[in-house]
């Protein structure tokens, strides 16, 4: 016998779940993906600016123990770099949104129903039988229920107790299949077996 239908509803900010990408890639993409991609892109630079400056005739005159400095400063200016263009990209976007008369902020409402799951926002509906649910995880503060390789997000904040997150994330867990429920092991821990 099913328990129906429950729901959280709120205001969403655009971009604000940004911090979740990094734990969605991991899984969808493979968890050592971005630090590959970051070594990757990395040694491109590197090794195109090297292969510049020998080209030129620049470096000869660098001492051989400097090296090792360079490239490790090189690493933590591109990292520093990617966590400031990534906090300007959002403020980008939202202000693009703005210009283009959209508002940030957003309703939103997810909800669990015993067939199916739906998200609904002031612009669209969407639903999904919970066959197509392939985990539930945590990111920060926020549940990411994937549907296929689609993100839907549950901010932790939306939920009235904890006890209504864990009823939430609990009645989830029922619907999902047990290959699911086996990728879902933050949610597991949280709302029990």
Known sequence: MGVGMISIVGTLEAGE?????????NRTHGRNFGPLMFAISLAIGIAAGLGSAVFFDDIIHIPNLAW???FVVIAII????????RKWSVKRYR???QLRGMPTNFSYKL??????LSLETQWAQH???????????????????????????APSRLFSSADDERNFIAMALRNLSRDARER???AVAFAGP
Request: hydrophobic share 40%; charged share 15%.
């Open 17 to 25: 779940a940004q911090g979740t990408l990094r734990e969605i890639r």
């Open 68 to 70: 090792p400095a360079c």
């Open 78 to 85: 591109t990292h520093t770099l990617i966590r400031i263009f």
């Open 95 to 97: 202000h693009s949104m």
């Open 111 to 116: 909800s669990l129903a015993d067939n199916q």
């Open 127 to 153: 639903t999904a039988p919970w066959s197509s649910v392939t985990e539930i995880f945590r990111s920060g503060n926020y549940w990411i229920f994937l549907i296929g390789l689609d993100p839907w997000f």
């Open 184 to 186: 879902s092991p933050d």
